[in-house]
C-alpha cells in the first residue's frame, strides 16, 4: 500500500507515540500520524476528519478513554478505534469492546499492533467493497425499474394515441370535407376552421406522445451535430429572453450521430425551454457538445448502452434545481411541476422519446440552489452522410379511375375514405375486415388495382391480407394506413407499396394513392402465371 | 338479417366441427350449417346426390372446406367447385391448420376465395368464425362487378 495511513494519535506521552510509530513502521505500515493530548484537541481532529484509523491512550489527564471512545463513534462511526495503553483489567477491556473499540493492545505487548492494524486495515476494505458493491446493485436496480416503469407508461401512451389518431382522422377529414363544400363566403367557415385549428393542436400533441412511447416515424440521417445547434442559436436566443446568458460551447470535433434532424432540434428546444423555466430570476444557460466514451449506461435509458464512443449533447442552467421526489419523475408523460396551463408535461418525455429512441441515453444531475444539467448521450457514427433523397414528382392531377379495395375496421374512418375516393373518381369496394376483404377481393380481382388497408384488425391483419392477395395478383398496389407507427416499416423496400400515418389530410391520400398507381413496374413484363380474374378458372394454372 | 341459404361446412376433426358450430351458434346461424365430414360427403351435398339426393336445390351461401380430409381432399373439392359453371360463383373458405406457403398458394391458385389459418386457441377460433359470419349478405349475393360499390 502505498498511500500512508492517517492515523489519529490520542496519547499525552510523546515517547510512547513515537515508540508506537516505530513498531507500525517496522511492521511496513507507512503512517501520516498526527497527535493529540487534550479532548478539545481530539473533538477538533475528528470533526476535520480524513482519518483512517484512532489510536488512543486509555489513561489521559483530564479526559478518559471511555469518552473519548464515545465521542469518536458520534462523530467518526466508521473508523476503527484502537486502544493502546497500559494497565487495565480484563473487564475494562471487555468493556472498551462492547462499546464499539476495535483492539485493546498492552503497551507492555506492542508486537500484537502492527497485525491488529493489518487485520483492520483489511476489515475496512472488505466493507469498503461491499458498500459499493450494494450501492451499485442498489442503483442497477433503480435503473432497471425505472427503465421498466417508462416502457410500461409507453405502451399505454402508444394505444391511447392509436385510438385518438382514428378519430381524429374522421373530425379533421369531415371539417375538410365540409370546408371544401362550403365556398370562401360561408359564415360558417370560421368555425370549422377553429375546428381544424384545434384538431391539429390535438394532433400534434399525439405525436409528442408517440414520440415518448418512440413510434413517431423518425427519418434518421447521418448528420452532424453542431450546425444542427448552431442553427437553432437565434431561435432559442428569442426563446430564453433577455434575462439569461447564454453559451454554447460546441467541439471543435465534427460529432457526427444517426437522428431525424428535426428531432434533434427538438430535444434541444424542449431541453432550453426546461432550463428557461428553472430560471425564473434569470440566470445562464450553457448548451455543451462534445465526444464521450461511455463504459456505463447513462441513468434514465430504456436498454443498457454498449459501451463505446458517444456524442455528448449537455444543457446546463443556473436555477433552482430539483429535489430527487421530481427528478424520478422528470420524463415522465404529463408529469409537470409548471402551473395549469403552462405546461403539457411532454417536453421532457418528448426528450426521453427521441433519445432512446436514436439509441442513447440520458444522465441529470441537480443540486438545489445550483442548478440543473442534462447529459444527452447519442451513439457516435463515423458512416459518411447520407445523400438527399430524390425531389418529387411535378404536380400531377389527383383523381383517377381505378378500382380500389378498402378495408378498414373502424366504420367512420372506412366511410370517410370511400367517399373521398369517389369524389376523386374512384370505384370502391370496401370491406371491414381481412377475411371479408379477401372474399370480395378475390372476386373482384381482375378489375381491382390497389389494397388500401389498415394494418390491424382483428383477425387477419393488412398485411396478411396483402400477402393472400397478392398470391394471385402480384402486381397489386398496396397501401397501408395505421394509426401505430409500429407498422411504419410496413411496405418498405416493395416500390409498389406505401405507408400512411393516421391521422391523415385528404390530400395526402389522393396523392399517396396516385403516386402508386402511376408508378411504372421496373420490370414491365407483368405475371402471367396467375389466372387473370378467378372468375376464369382452368386446369392449366395449377403451377 | 336471415340468410336463407345454408353454410356448407366440410370439416373431418369433430373438435373443430364442434367448435365452429358453437360460434355459428352464438351468431344464431347455426340452423343454417350442413355439416359434412369429408370431401366425398361435401360434393354429394353439392351435386345433391347420395344422403343428399332430395335436398332442397340451392347452393350454399358459402362453403368452409378443411384442406386436409379423407376421401376427397380439400383441395381437390375446391377444384371440383371452380372448373365447375354452377358452383363457381360460390365462395369458399379454406379452414386449415397449415400454414405452408405452398398450400397458401395453391388455395388461391385454384380459386379460393379466402385462406384461414385455424387458430389453435378456442377464443381466436370462435373470433375468426364470428368475423366470418358477420357478413352473410355480401357472400349471400355474390355481387356483380361494380354493384358493390353504390351506395
Same mark, same amino acid.
Do not use: W
Given at each position: 500500500m502505498t498511500t500512508p495511513l492517517r492515523l489519529l494519535q490520542l496519547e499525552d506521552n510523546p515517547i510512547d507515540a513515537d515508540l508506537i510509530l516505530a513498531t507500525l513502521t517496522e511492521g511496513g505500515i507507512s503512517c501520516a500520524p498526527r497527535r493529540v493530548e487534550s479532548r478539545?484537541?481530539?473533538?477538533?481532529?475528528?470533526?476535520?476528519?480524513?482519518?483512517?484509523? $484512532?489510536?488512543?491512550?486509555?489513561?489521559?489527564?483530564?479526559?478518559?478513554?471511555?469518552?473519548? *471512545?464515545?465521542?469518536?463513534?458520534?462523530?467518526?462511526?466508521?473508523?476503527?478505534?484502537?486502544? %493502546?495503553?497500559?494497565?487495565?483489567? +480484563?473487564?475494562?477491556?471487555?468493556?472498551?469492546?462492547?462499546?464499539?473499540?476495535?483492539? @485493546? $493492545?498492552?503497551?507492555?505487548?506492542?508486537?500484537?499492533?502492527?497485525?491488529?492494524?493489518?487485520?483492520?486495515?483489511?476489515?475496512? !476494505?472488505?466493507? /469498503?467493497?461491499?458498500?459499493?458493491? +450494494?450501492?451499485?446493485?442498489?442503483?442497477?436496480?433503480?435503473?432497471?425499474?425505472?427503465?421498466? &416503469?417508462?416502457?410500461?407508461?409507453?405502451? *399505454?401512451?402508444?394505444?391511447?394515441? !392509436?385510438?385518438?389518431?382514428?378519430?381524429?382522422? %374522421? $373530425?379533421?377529414g369531415h371539417s375538410q370535407v365540409l370546408l371544401?363544400?362550403?365556398?370562401? =363566403?360561408?359564415?360558417?367557415?370560421?368555425?370549422?376552421?377553429?375546428?381544424?385549428?384545434?384538431?391539429?393542436? /390535438?394532433?400534434? #400533441? $399525439?405525436?409528442?406522445?408517440?414520440?415518448?412511447?418512440?413510434?413517431?416515424?423518425?427519418?434518421? &440521417?447521418?448528420?452532424?451535430?453542431?450546425?444542427?445547434?448552431?442553427?437553432?442559436?437565434?431561435?432559442?436566443?428569442?426563446?430564453?429572453?433577455?434575462?439569461?446568458?447564454?453559451?454554447?460551447?460546441?467541439?471543435?470535433?465534427?460529432?457526427?450521430?444517426?437522428?431525424?434532424?428535426?428531432? *434533434? +432540434?427538438?430535444?434541444?428546444?424542449?431541453?432550453?425551454?426546461?432550463?428557461?423555466?428553472?430560471?425564473?430570476?434569470?440566470?445562464? #444557460?450553457?448548451?455543451?457538445?462534445?465526444?464521450?466514451?461511455? =463504459?456505463?449506461?447513462?441513468? @434514465? !435509458?430504456?436498454?443498457?448502452?454498449?459501451?463505446?464512443?458517444?456524442?455528448?449533447?449537455? %444543457?446546463?442552467?443556473?436555477?433552482?434545481?430539483?429535489?430527487?421526489? %421530481?427528478?424520478? !419523475?422528470?420524463?415522465?408523460?404529463?408529469?409537470?411541476?409548471?402551473?395549469? =396551463?403552462?405546461?403539457?408535461?411532454l417536453g421532457l418525455s418528448t426528450v426521453f422519446g427521441i433519445v432512446t429512441q436514436s439509441g442513447g441515453g440520458l444522465d441529470v444531475t441537480s443540486t438545489i440552489g445550483q442548478g440543473t444539467r442534462f447529459d444527452v448521450y447519442l451513439p457516435s457514427v463515423t458512416a459518411e452522410f447520407e445523400k438527399a433523397a430524390g425531389q418529387d414528382s411535378t404536380q400531377q392531377s389527383m383523381r383517377g379511375h381505378e378500382t380500389i379495395l378498402l378495408v378498414e375496421d373502424d366504420s367512420a374512418v372506412r366511410e370517410l375514405v370511400r367517399d373521398e375516393l369517389r369524389k376523386l373518381g374512384y370505384r370502391v369496394f370496401e370491406a371491414k375486415n381481412g377475411l371479408e376483404a379477401c372474399l370480395v377481393g378475390t372476386q373482384h380481382l381482375g378489375g381491382l388495382q390497389l389494397l388500401l388497408t389498415d394494418v390491424v384488425m382483428p383477425g387477419m391483419s393488412g398485411t396478411e391480407l396483402a400477402q393472400h392477395l397478392r398470391v394471385i395478383k402480384p402486381d397489386l398496389k398496396l397501401l397501408f394506413i395505421s394509426g401505430y407507427t409500429d407498422d411504419v416499416g410496413i411496405g418498405a423496400g416493395d416500390p409498389s407499396s406505401a405507408y400512411l400515418q393516421k391521422p391523415f389530410t385528404p390530400e395526402a391520400l389522393a396523392k399517396t394513392i396516385r403516386d402508386l398507381l402511376d408508378l411504372t413496374p421496373a420490370n414491365t413484363t407483368r405475371a402471367n402465371r396467375q389466372p387473370e380474374t378467378i372468375q376464369q378458372p382452368s386446369q392449366d394454372n395449377r403451377s | 338479417m336471415t340468410a336463407a341459404k345454408p353454410i356448407l361446412l366440410a370439416e373431418d376433426n369433430p373438435r373443430d366441427a364442434e367448435l365452429a358450430l358453437a360460434a355459428m351458434e352464438e351468431q344464431h346461424i347455426s340452423d343454417k350449417v350442413v355439416l359434412c365430414h369429408d370431401g366425398a360427403e361435401a360434393l354429394? @351435398? *353439392?351435386?345433391?346426390?347420395?344422403?343428399?339426393?332430395?335436398?332442397?336445390?340451392?347452393?350454399?351461401?358459402?362453403?368452409?372446406?378443411? #384442406?386436409?380430409?379423407?376421401?376427397?381432399?380439400?383441395?381437390?373439392?375446391?377444384?371440383?367447385?371452380?372448373?365447375?359453371?354452377?358452383?363457381r360463383t360460390i365462395p369458399v373458405v379454406m379452414l386449415t391448420s397449415s400454414r405452408e406457403e405452398r398450400d397458401l398458394a395453391e388455395s388461391y391458385a385454384l380459386g379460393a376465395n379466402a385462406y384461414v389459418v385455424k387458430p389453435v386457441e378456442f377464443h381466436q377460433f370462435l373470433s375468426a368464425v364470428k368475423e366470418l359470419s358477420t357478413f352473410w349478405g355480401v357472400i349471400n349475393e355474390p355481387p356483380p362487378e361494380g354493384s358493390c360499390s353504390s351506395n
Open positions: 478539545d484537541a481530539f473533538v477538533a481532529a475528528l470533526k476535520e476528519g480524513r482519518i483512517d484509523m $484512532i489510536l488512543a491512550d486509555y489513561s489521559l489527564p483530564g479526559f478518559d478513554g471511555i469518552r473519548a *471512545l464515545e465521542l469518536a463513534r458520534k462523530l467518526c462511526p466508521d473508523v476503527p478505534f484502537i486502544f %493502546v495503553s497500559a494497565t487495565l483489567g +480484563e473487564e475494562l477491556a471487555i468493556d472498551t469492546m462492547h462499546r464499539g473499540a476495535t483492539d @485493546y $493492545i498492552l503497551k507492555q505487548r506492542l508486537g500484537r499492533l502492527v497485525p491488529s492494524v493489518q487485520r483492520t486495515l483489511r476489515e475496512l !476494505h472488505n466493507r /469498503a467493497e461491499r458498500k459499493r458493491a +450494494e450501492e451499485a446493485l442498489r442503483q442497477s436496480e433503480k435503473q432497471l425499474r425505472q427503465a421498466q &416503469k417508462m416502457e410500461a407508461v409507453g405502451r *399505454l401512451a402508444g394505444g391511447l394515441a !392509436h385510438d385518438f389518431n382514428n378519430l381524429l382522422t %374522421v $373530425i379533421m371544401n363544400d362550403m365556398g370562401p =363566403g360561408h359564415p360558417l367557415r370560421s368555425k370549422i376552421e377553429e375546428m381544424q385549428k384545434a384538431g391539429d393542436r /390535438a394532433a400534434a #400533441l $399525439i405525436r409528442q406522445l408517440l414520440t415518448f412511447s418512440r413510434k413517431q416515424p423518425s427519418d434518421p &440521417k447521418v448528420l452532424s451535430l453542431n450546425p444542427v445547434i448552431t442553427n437553432v442559436e437565434t431561435m432559442l436566443r428569442r426563446l430564453i429572453g433577455e434575462d439569461i446568458e447564454l453559451a454554447l460551447r460546441v467541439s471543435q470535433e465534427n460529432l457526427r450521430v444517426k437522428a431525424d434532424p428535426a428531432q *434533434l +432540434e427538438q430535444i434541444v428546444m424542449n431541453l432550453v425551454v426546461n432550463a428557461r423555466d428553472a430560471m425564473p430570476k434569470g440566470g445562464k #444557460l450553457i448548451i455543451e457538445t462534445a465526444s464521450a466514451n461511455l =463504459g456505463r449506461t447513462p441513468v @434514465y !435509458h430504456l436498454s443498457p448502452l454498449p459501451p463505446g464512443a458517444y456524442v455528448r449533447l449537455s %444543457v446546463s442552467d443556473t436555477g433552482g434545481g430539483m429535489p430527487p421526489e %421530481v427528478q424520478a !419523475h422528470i420524463f415522465e408523460p404529463f408529469f409537470t411541476t409548471k402551473e395549469e =396551463g403552462k405546461g403539457t408535461g | 354429394d @351435398y *353439392l351435386y345433391c346426390r347420395g344422403q343428399f339426393k332430395s335436398r332442397l336445390k340451392g347452393n350454399p351461401a358459402v362453403v368452409f372446406l378443411d #384442406l386436409k380430409m379423407p376421401k376427397v381432399n380439400g383441395l381437390e373439392v375446391l377444384r371440383i367447385i371452380k372448373a365447375d359453371t354452377n358452383l
